[in-house]
């Protein structure tokens, strides 16, 4: 390979880099929490098996829904505040947690741990037979 070639092949890696920045750039920006919600979800439909066991969640239009205990359910936004990475719901640890750069939330959706600052959004949840409502 001649100083040309080693040139051009370097110019193509920096254009490849700098597009992949922008690309990280568009996938962290923080996705707004649903700011309204009323669904139901039905606890006999496979897609929301999770939900019958203690530990199991759903993530359903931005918000996901987990089954803290054997009667009581709690749902947040899905996407972490912090760069709006999808938590996922920890039984053991009761909290929601985020992948990326590891901030915890509390199951009412408030900051334990950073490096998240804003709160996920919290939303009622109601069983009525094997029907959950989540509404705001
Ligand atoms: S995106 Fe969740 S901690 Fe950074």
Do not use: W
């Not at 950073?114 to 919290?122: D, S, T």
């Amino acid at each position: 390979m001649n100083r040309e070639q080693f040139l051009k092949q370097l110019g193509m890696v920096a254009v490849a880099t700098c597009a992949g920045c922008g690309m990280y750039a568009c996938s962290s920006e923080t996705e707004p929490a649903p700011a309204n919600a009323d669904f139901t979800l039905d606890l006999t439909e496979s897609a929301n098996a999770a939900l019958n066991n203690v530990g199991g969640s759903v993530t359903k239009n931005g918000i996901i829904v987990a089954r803290f205990s054997t009667t009581e359910f709690v749902a947040v936004s899905v996407a972490c505040t912090h760069q709006g990475t999808p938590v996922t719901y920890r039984n053991a640890q009761k909290d929601f947690y985020c992948s990326n750069h590891g901030s915890r939330f509390s199951t009412a959706g408030a900051v334990i741990e950073g490096p998240a600052n804003r709160p996920l959004k919290q939303y009622n949840t109601e069983l009525t037979g094997n029907q959950l409502r989540v509404f705001s």
